[in-house]
């Protein structure tokens, strides 16, 4: 058994004062595990909050470099975990343990892409425009730009990806690159796990000697708001549903000082099937778009939630082999009780809409989830039908027909914002409807070609982001190398003497990085 | 007489349906100007955002150099209006003659500085991550990202900006060089003002071929709120009062859809007078920190509004001569009757707080603005008190001393956000106060060192901005070409067919322009 306290992680120490336990279960049986967690109190959040405030003017003083070395520690020590951290995190989640062996080193990665991304060193934005005394009618004074960390960042992980957008996740990678420390709240869906990771850091931030309070985290139910309302807090990230994202986001805007909060948080993400690319390879599609619809027990913010295409005998014919292959398909353990529930809800509410029918699935019973396929009338999108915008959590998708290519404009001019929006499509499809993808460009983060958009590759082009609801900014992006700029505020020195600089302005260019000097990019030193 | 039609400005048509009327003033005399213009009626506000709306997908679709064109013919048509132009801004604003004429230089400059910044094309913000067919365990996809506009863009001018700050001002340039369409809410104190530049973008406008629509104007008190609930409307730039700003930001994240605004708003930009500084040059140090404090009334974002020192005799002495300095300042003539309201409302409360003694001043009274000088107790800003966090417009500044540095850094942690703060300090002061600078960069968008605020270059490095309550959103400026980024969101292709990319993604680089292409930047075709 690991050795897990369950005391909220303050200032680089450990605290239980609080009087509330919680338990983490077994995703599988239900059963809670041996493991004690004490919810943090007011007074907790309070110094957790706190213990980051201290930490950021040292920790934000840093050199990139130094924070990418605490960055790679973190990821090695990720990477050591052994197979019974492995095994807890499948215990606490039900996912497969190849599927937590592949997002810990996605983990990993996205620590050391964060590292590669600092010492690059285009995070900094440094921007030069030099004196110019002569210059008339006035003279041109010294002025030099960079960005620093805006400060604490509280970061809610998801419960679906319990390594990569948790705990040690995109996120918390992103902020601490940026160079904000963080007050994580730990997400009760697997707080051991949380734990165990959150040690992982703590041994990371020891070794490469970080500010205490670098890295806090807390446990609890309800203690999200005090954290999100708290003072020193300065930006939150979050990835969970449209209901709790927006909650955050009203009270972050209702604060004194309103915080920016970068919400992921429901996406439908249309899959849209040509007439070519059906005609040519139909059954091959269908086979990969009921994969993707399934994997993971459509646990996935891409998951293809609604399947598009223009009516035709054929396009029938591909909606029946949907509907087999669907019902071929095996149930499947969700991450947690609590999402089981609302996957039956999500089902129960389309089965009872009179303007969706159902085309596949076993009746939603028991302790896992049925894979499901209905279809509705595309009248519910024109009409903004709330029940085809928003997401149902789980293996299930919509098919929806259309008359013709003007209808499908009108449907995509429907949808509300997504993260992403697919074309299975051919080239004569692409020169037909060519109009699609200015239509799809203004309603998401990532447009797919001949793809299915489960796969979030984590980089530097990735966007994993796009207009409400899919997330709260659609200037942000929660994956790839792009998410640091959302923890980063731009600072002007104005004739600032060259030694009270930061390297990334002295005129000696000492960190070598590209630099826009007098409006061109530049390596060279002043 | 120039001629003023006094009609909202809706899809490249003028249209005034409703029946309530303004007039615009003198400045000087409060007399109605022989100008009618009529207020938008919802309908109108409606009809000018769906404008901007129809106008998006083609104006986003033009090429960085045709939107750089259009930027530069407005340019080209804000330098030809001609001497009654002028006279009639300074008759709306009280401002004189010469400083209207830089402005104007300004404003101008501000839209070629937004075609260079197109025309250099490092805003696309372009990453490409190429496909690795081969890599272990999963192959990587193809995955290119740039940046769009984010969608039509409410601006709200400036009062005491009337070009550079308003209706072709650095907002409506950043949006426009974005490709996002805009409609501007005329400022109620220089409506004839407002209507001779519309004319001038809509000029440029059709001499360039743009959409109808790129630029709406409406007149009218209210209409704002309207306007910032429009569904169409994607992102907001204000310049104005905190209670301005901050209603807008309420009413924005209170939409259906929240979304961003960037209000800049309300700071004090605290001068540090620190002691080697004071022995050498205290004599020139007051007659230049009073000339900020009185120019152009008073009436900058960046005044002056709080002196702080360390107590000395010499502190003392310098004090005085601020003190007889501005005695000896003229009245001078506000933007409008609401501005010299508030001003008299201000200064007023400053007499009355118990913890201020009045240092220099002339009564309030007439229709002019006395300079006044105060003097607060470093008790105030330690307990929050309101009065000393809040601007107030004009003429008038507040001196603190400080007994040492300790004190000196407690009361800049108490301080709000600033668009500036300035050091005025010799070498041994930089030295022995080194401490200062991290606390100011927490507290500020730009430090000074000895030079005075009130001076705002228009540039790539420049930072006008800073946290709250100074702005609503510290990632961003108002001023110089990073204002840009504020109304751009980034969109990512996957697997995208060359001939389908936009220009800034394709492979052979047609644009020229610099790319992150695998980690690396580079310009180099594909």
Redesign the interface.
Known sequence: MPKIIGHNYIGGARSAVGTVTLHSHDASSGEALPFVFTQATAAEVDAAAQAAASA??AFR?LSANRRAEFLEAIAAQLDALDDDFIALVTRETALPTGRIQ?ERARTSGQMRLFA?VLR?G?FH?A???RALPERQ??P??D???YR?G??PVAVFGASNFPLAFSTAGGDTAAALAAGCPVVFKAHSGHMATAEQVADAIIRAAEQTDMPKGVFNMIYGAGVGEALVKHPAIQAVGFTGSLAGGRAL??MA??RP??I?VFAEMSSINPVLVLPEALQLRGEKIARELVASVVQGCGQFCTNPGLVMGIASPRFTAFTALLSALMNEQPAQTMLNAGTLRSYRNGVQALLEHPGVSHLAGKPQQGNQAQPQLFKADVSLLFNGDPLLQEEVFGPTSVVIEVADNAELQQALRSL??QLTATLIAE?GD?QRY?EL??LL??K????????YPT?V?V?????H?G???AT????G?SVGS?AIERF??????????DA?LPEALQNANPLGI?R?VD?H?QRTPL
């Not at 980089?459 to 966007?463: C, L, N």
């Not at 709260?472 to 200037?475: E, I, K, T, W």
């Not at 980063?488 to 003497?497: E, G, H």
């Open positions: 950021y003017p003083a592949g590669q690059r285009d934005g921007r030069i425009d009618p006035l041109r004074v002025l030099r730009q620093i805006v400060g986001c009203d805007a209702a000082q309103p920016p509300h914002g080239a692409l060519g993808l200015p460009e203004q998401v983060g990532r447009v797919l070609f001949n793809g796969g590759e980089g530097d082009a990735m966007v982001g207009p409400y609801p709260s900014d659609a200037r992006t792009l980063l505020r731009p600072v002007c020195y104005q004739n600032c003497p009270l590209s826009l409006g990019h």
